[in-house]
Structure formats: C-alpha cells, structure tokens
C-alpha cells in the first residue's frame, strides 16, 4: 500500500482479489481498519533495532532472578 490512503472501493476490490466476500456496508470500515494498521506499522518501521540481537540468539528459561521484592 502507498501512502495514499486506502479507499472503501479499493479496500473492496483487494478483498475480491483475495476471493473474501465483503458486503457494501462494510468497505468504510475495512478500509479505515487497513489504513490504521498501515499507519501503525509506519510507526514501528522507523524505530532503530540495531543494537537488538535477533530472536534466535534468546533462549527461554535463561534468565537469571535476582530481584529482591
């Protein structure tokens, strides 16, 4: 999706290509549902991980307790 908002037509024809049964009266509120996610993600896409280790390097169960309550 561009940075164009999606439109109640638009949000439609994707839901047909994807081959889901969308009635009329929903478009309106598909198409705002998608465009707030989209606006969402725009969001987490400009926070900086380069500092973060990929998934793969956590392993469950390794995390030392030492807190006192």
């Known amino acids: 999706m561009s940075a164009v908002e999606l439109t109640p037509p638009e949000a ?3 839901a047909a290509r994807a081959g889901l049964v969308l009635p009329a009266g929903r ?3 598909v198409a705002a549902v998608a465009n707030h996610i989209h606006r969402v993600v725009s969001v987490l896409r400009e926070l900086d ?3 973060v ?3 793969s390097a956590y ?3 390794g995390e030392q307790h030492d807190a006192a309550v």
Request: aromatic share 14%.
């Open 12 to 14: 439609a024809r994707w």
């Open 27 to 29: 478009h309106a509120a």
């Open 49 to 51: 991980f380069a500092d």
């Open 53 to 55: 280790p990929p998934g």
């Open 59 to 61: 392993r469950a169960g």
